[in-house]
């Protein structure tokens, strides 16, 4: 099956985290965020990958190359982000004539749900949510869709649009749709003219993530980093260190699964409760402590006294003294100076903020602690109210304490 993967778009609201990257190349436990649909997509039959870049192509090209893992791609460059169906247009004169899917490059898909999606014919995958007013929904009658509606203060069912597609071949020919009210081409419209002319099935999903804002990327990384764990991690309480690709000291103490790559280090007096993952390179300890569902990227380094909990850090970040990281995302290189403390909880026990495109927004999450963009730099006693964004190379100064995003 030819598949179009989108991974054209800005990542606006992913901001500073998409600064220097391409959204869809954010870490996701061991891969950039795109690596697992299209990974999701060569498992369930795709037998080429069109890959539609735009912002920041470059090192979505460098990942996937000419081919990855035995399957052809093809880079369509999409020049001005006009929307989905454009995307798609783009993508179009390099089609066969033969039915193709459409998958969204920045969301999590079950295995399952995208398997049936792939078989038999024209379908839109589906999940079911409890409040739908703030997504595409799908009218749906037996097993057919009927239609398509977004944002509707009257839903007519709970299940919205996921974001895959699978099209028949002449869905090539119904691409031009004209810009909708907020002034993109949508491939909702397109789904439009489909269900019009054949049938389309719903295909529920059992589990989708949408990663639009950073806390979907720790949400990203607990769906992945807990699924690699458990299939490739050693759990053991006597930390046999023969069962790790990496160098775990005899004296460090692992719980739940935890994945500590080749090339990694994991020193004396640590404890590490899982599930986690040590990414080569990285260094933890000694007398450090990580629990929740944490990532240590490559090359990055948890020194002494550090406590990190359910955060992910990004390559070559570096938290090496007595310092506190929860529920938090630090960019490529971040610099924690000593006794640099995060506060993940509010005392009125509300659910955190977080500026996204210049506006305060609920996480939705009671545990919530901040954002650093790439090559931020904390003074030694910096602490940092939950909720707080560091743009990309930004510092505070020693004994700061940081209530703004800065
Ligand atoms: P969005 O999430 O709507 O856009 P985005 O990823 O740029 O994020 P933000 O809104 O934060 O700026 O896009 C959904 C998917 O479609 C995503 O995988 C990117 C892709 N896309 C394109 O490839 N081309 C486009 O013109 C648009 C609008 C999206």
Request: hydrophobic fraction near 40%.
């Amino acid at each position: 099956m030819q598949t179009v993967v989108l991974a054209a778009g800005k990542g606006t609201r992913m901001r500073p985290l998409t600064d220097r990257r391409p959204k869809p190349m954010v870490p996701v436990a061991n891969r950039p965020l795109v690596a697992h649909t299209v990974d999701a997509a060569v498992e369930a039959g795709a037998s080429w990958i069109f890959l539609v870049v735009g912002y920041e192509a470059e090192p979505i090209r460098e990942y996937f190359g000419e081919t990855y893992a035995g399957v052809p791609i093809t880079y369509v460059r999409q020049t001005e982000r006009l929307g989905t169906a454009d995307a798609v247009r783009a993508a179009s004169a390099s089609l066969d004539d033969a039915p193709f899917v459409v998958l969204n490059g920045d969301a999590l898909f079950d295995q399952d749900g995208l398997d049936e999606l792939f078989d038999g014919g024209p379908a839109i995958a589906s999940v079911r949510v409890d409040d739908p007013t703030q997504y595409g929904v799908l009218d749906v009658d037996d097993d057919t869709v009927t239609g398509i509606v977004e944002k509707p203060a009257d839903p007519p069912s709970n299940l919205i649009n996921a974001g895959a597609y699978h099209f028949p071949a002449a869905a090539r020919e119904w691409l031009d749709v004209p810009k909708s009210e907020r002034g993109e081409h949508e491939l909702t419209d397109v789904v439009e003219h489909t269900i019009d002319r054949v049938d389309v099935r719903p295909v529920p999903l059992s589990r989708w993530l949408d990663v639009g804002r950073p806390w979907e990327l720790l949400e990203a990384n607990e769906w992945k980093i807990a699924e690699l764990a458990d299939r490739n991690g050693s759990s053991t309480d006597n930390t046999s260190a023969e069962s790790f690709d990496g160098t775990v000291s005899d004296d460090a103490t692992i719980r739940g699964p935890v994945v500590v790559e080749s090339g990694a280090t994991v020193r004396e007096g640590v404890a590490i409760e899982g599930p986690a993952l040590i990414r080569s390179g990285a260094t933890v300890g000694p007398n450090a402590y990580i629990r929740g569902t944490t990532l240590v990227g490559q090359d990055a380094s948890v020194g002494h006294a550090v406590e990190v909990k359910n955060s992910v850090l990004m390559a070559g970040a570096a938290v090496n003294h007595l310092s506190y990281v929860g529920d938090s995302i630090l960019g490529r290189d971040v610099n924690f100076g000593a006794g640099s403390v995060v506060a993940n909880l509010r005392h009125d026990d509300d659910p955190v903020e977080l500026t996204v495109k210049g506006e305060r927004v609920s996480t939705g999450r009671r545990k919530f602690g901040v954002v650093l963009g790439d090559d931020a730099k904390t003074g030694i006693d910096t602490n940092l109210n939950a909720g707080v964004t560091l743009s990309t190379g930004a510092t505070t100064k020693p004994g700061e304490s940081v209530t703004r995003d800065r």
